[in-house]
C-alpha cells in the first residue's frame, strides 16, 4: 500500500533534514582494532573509572573486558532476565559516584507473573561479582511477548536518570497515556523516586518525563548543552532522533512517518499540534541503535557530531549538524564489515568503541584512518 500523499505534501523542514539519510556517503576511513570476540549478542556497555568495560549480553551476562589481560568470564550476581525475542539483560550505566560507592545500574526485562517488563537494577562490583543487587524501578507495562523494551540508560548533569521504555508492540495506543510506563521515558533519582518537578508527579505514573515513544533503542545527553536526546525505531520507516523534553508529546502513534509491517497505514498524519517532530527520521529505516555525542580529541573533525549504531543496514553513522543545531550530512563508517552495531560508546581516552550484536559478538575501537 503507497503512503498517503499528504505524508510528501506536509514535510517540514526539520523532516526535510532527515530525509537525506538514505543518501549518506559510505567510507572506510577509520582503522578498526577487534578488542574481544565470542560475546553472546552484546547489548549495552560502560566505562569505569579504570578504563575497564563492562559488557552486557542479552541472554543474561555481564563482563567485564580489560585492556591487558582481556575479557573475563560472566560475573556473579546477576539476575535471571527474561531473554525472549529482543528482551534479556540490556543497558548498562556506572553511578556518577562510582569511585566511592562502587555502584551500578543495568535495564533488564524482569520476569514476573503475566509476563516481563522493563526494570532497572542497582548493584555494587566487587571485582566480578555483583553484589547488593536491588530493583530500583520496575515497569507497570507486564507484557508477555518479547517485543519494543527500550531500557536504554543516561544520567544528567544533575545525576538524575533517565530510562526509556518501549511501548511493548501491541499496546501502541498506551504510549499517549501518561498513566502508564509504555512508550515513555522516566525520570528517577538513583534510589528510584520520581522528581519532584516531573511534568505529570500528580498522575499514575509519576516517574514520566515524555511520552508518544514507541521502541527507544538509543538514549543520551549532549555533553556540551546537557539537552536529553533519544532514538526510536519506527515500524517500517520513521526511525527518529527526537530533541526530548519535560512534558512533551512525540506523537506515537498518532503521527508517524512509517507504515505498519504488513503496508497498513497506522496513521495517516506526521503532524498534529501539541505533537513533537523528529529532529530527523529516516525512510526507509536503518533500525538505529545506541547514539552518543563525538566528545573526545582522537577525531578532531568529530566534536559534536551524533554516532549511531545501524542494525538493519550494518554500519556505524555519523550525524554533523551547523551551527543552528541541524543536521547537514551523514557519514556511513563499518559497513565494509557486514555487521549489526547494537551500541557505541566513546571512551575516556576519545576513541570510539562499538558493539556487533551477533552470536559471535565483537567489542571494536576505532581510530582515525593512517594518513
Known amino acids: 500500500m503507497k503512503r498517503p500523499q499528504n505524508k510528501v505534501a506536509k514535510l517540514t523542514a526539520l523532516a526535510f533534514a532527515g530525509a537525506v539519510a538514505f543518501s549518506s556517503q559510505a567510507t572506510t576511513d577509520v582503522t578498526v582494532n577487534e578488542l574481544a570476540s565470542g560475546l553472546d549478542h552484546p547489548w549495552g556497555m560502560t566505562f569505569l573509572p579504570t578504563g575497564d568495560v563492562l559488557i ?50 543495568f535495564c ?87 522528581l519532584a518537578d516531573n511534568p505529570f ?66 496513521s495517516d498524519k506526521t503532524a498534529q499540534p501539541g505533537m513533537e517532530q523528529p529532529v530527523l527520521y529516516w525512510d526507509p529505516s536503518i533500525a538505529p541503535s545506541g547514539m552518543t555525542f563525538y566528545n573526545g580529541n582522537v577525531f578532531k573533525d568529530w566534536q559534536g557530531d551524533l554516532l549511531v549504531g545501524a542494525l538493519k543496514f550494518r554500519h556505524l553513522r555519523r550525524i554533523t549538524f551547523n551551527d543552528a543545531g541541524e543536521p547537514v550530512s551523514q557519514t556511513e563508517y563499518l559497513r565494509d564489515r557486514g555487521e549489526r552495531i547494537r551500541d557505541v560508546e566513546v571512551g575516556p581516552n576519545g576513541m570510539i568503541y562499538v558493539l556487533t550484536d551477533e552470536d559471535n559478538g565483537k567489542l571494536l575501537q576505532l581510530l582515525p584512518a593512517a594518513k
Not at 573486558?65 to 532476565?81: D, E, H, I, R
Not at 517485543?147 to 518501549?166: P, Q, W
Open 56 to 105: 552486557t549480553e542479552r541472554s543474561g551476562q555481564v563482563r567485564r573486558y580489560n585492556f591487558g589481560s582481556g575479557l573475563s568470564k560472566p560475573l556473579s550476581g546477576v539476575p535471571k532476565v527474561a531473554a525472549n525475542g529482543q528482551g534479556g539483560l540490556l543497558d548498562i550505566i556506572v553511578d556518577p559516584d562510582f569511585t566511592t560507592n562502587q555502584q551500578i545500574y
Open 108 to 194: 533488564y526485562s524482569r520476569p514476573t507473573d503475566g509476563g516481563s517488563s522493563s526494570s532497572v537494577a542497582r548493584a555494587t562490583l566487587a571485582g566480578n561479582a555483583l553484589t547488593a543487587v536491588s530493583d530500583i524501578f520496575i515497569a507497570d507495562s507486564v507484557v508477555d511477548n518479547g517485543f519494543h523494551f527500550g531500557c536504554r540508560l543516561s544520567f544528567d548533569s544533575a545525576e538524575n536518570l533517565y530510562v526509556a521504555m518501549g511501548d511493548r508492540y501491541k499496546y501502541m495506543d498506551e504510549a499517549q497515556n501518561t498513566d502508564n510506563h509504555f512508550g515513555k521515558i522516566v525520570r528517577i533519582t538513583r534510589d528510584g523516586e520520581p
Open 201 to 266: 508527579i500528580d498522575g499514575d505514573a509519576p516517574e514520566v518525563f515524555s511520552y508518544g515513544h514507541r521502541n527507544i533503542q538509543g538514549l543520551t545527553v549532549h555533553p556540551q548543552t546537557g539537552a536529553l536526546w533519544a532514538m526510536e525505531h519506527g515500524p517500517k520507516g520513521g526511525d527518529e532522533v527526537n530533541l526530548i523534553k519535560a512534558g512533551n508529546n512525540y506523537g506515537w502513534p498518532l503521527i508517524t512517518y512509517g507504515i505498519d509491517y504488513d503496508g497498513d497505514i497506522i
